[in-house]
């Protein structure tokens, strides 16, 4: 299985980067930057909650993605080009509500993550964007393991399963749960992610728990040429599942604050 989700968005701008955040951006920077060359924002990558896909990752899901999108870059549009690489992530965490549900009734949390992009001409116009909350919706491209039915636990579509998503069994909503991401590839900007929630952050640190990130035993990720194949409509959060083969692993796409999912 493989698949691709948009739900994320990207909220805080144009904070001035603290000595804490500076240390973290200098594992991956080869200089020391100094802190008015660096410019960063908060986003919010996924969430568990149900989205327009008919899917939700497991709190398990979001604290390995946690780890998984550490490091890993930021891009428009999934486009796959190292010309458009001109964000980093640096940081990430999970918040878990206990007042907040979901919509089938678990409690809610999501994964946010720290952004830096260099100050400089050529970046001037997309902070300027981010300020004005023009760029805003974020979408995540990464793999899963398991689809699994929320009616009858099978891999979704398969193995016996005939339920649809949407649908009501016994008074609850099929949907395809996402469990075991085994990596994560970028978060891009797009127009409109499958998550509502996902996106950029006008509050870096909210009064809620914060979870750090804890390490995956997760098998490594799926071939190269799985993310290619995905469709990458820039506009909306994409779920990607192709059926044929059980090996295959899942791809999800998450972004600001929309998304679709394109089953294949
Ligand atoms: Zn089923």
């Known amino acids: 299985m493989q698949m691709q989700k948009q739900a994320g968005t990207a909220r805080q701008a144009g904070a001035q980067p603290t000595a ?52 890993k870059t930021g891009i428009f549009d999934h486009s796959g080009k190292t010309g458009d690489q001109v964000m980093r992530v640096f940081e990430t965490w999970v918040e878990e509500s206990a007042a907040q549900r979901t919509a ?10 720290k ?19 023009i760029k805003k919706e974020i979408s995540v491209s990464c793999a899963v393991q398991s689809v699994k039915c929320s009616v009858c636990g099978k891999p979704f579509a398969r193995e016996g399963c005939t339920h649809r998503k949407g649908a009501v069994y016994d008074g609850a909503v099929c949907h395809a749960v996402l469990e075991h991401p085994t990596d994560a590839y970028e978060f891009s900007f797009v127009a409109i992610p499958a998550q509502p929630a996902a996106g950029v952050r006008k509050n870096k640190h909210p009064e809620v728990k914060i979870v750090p990130p804890t ?50």
Not at 34 to 46: G, H, N, S
Not at 217 to 241: G, V, Y
């Open 215 to 264: 390490p995956t035993t997760h098998t490594p990720a799926a071939s190269p040429q799985a993310k290619s194949e995905c469709p990458t409509d820039a506009l909306q959060r994409q779920l990607w599942m192709p059926l044929e083969t059980e090996e295959n692993l899942a791809f999800k796409m998450s972004g600001v604050e929309s998304g679709r999912k394109a089953g294949i």
């Open 20 to 71: 804490g955040d500076l240390a973290l951006i200098h594992r991956y920077s080869r200089t020391e930057l100094p802190a008015q060359d660096v410019y960063i924002f908060a986003a919010t990558l996924c969430d568990n909650e149900i989205d327009r896909d008919g899917e939700r990752f497991t709190i398990e899901a979001l604290h390995t993605l946690a780890t998984l999108f550490v490091g």
């Open 115 to 133: 952004v830096y992009i260099l100050r400089g001409p050529e970046n001037e116009a997309l902070i300027r964007a981010i300020d004005g909350g």
């Open 104 to 113: 089938d009734g678990k409690p809610y949390a999501a994964l946010h993550a």
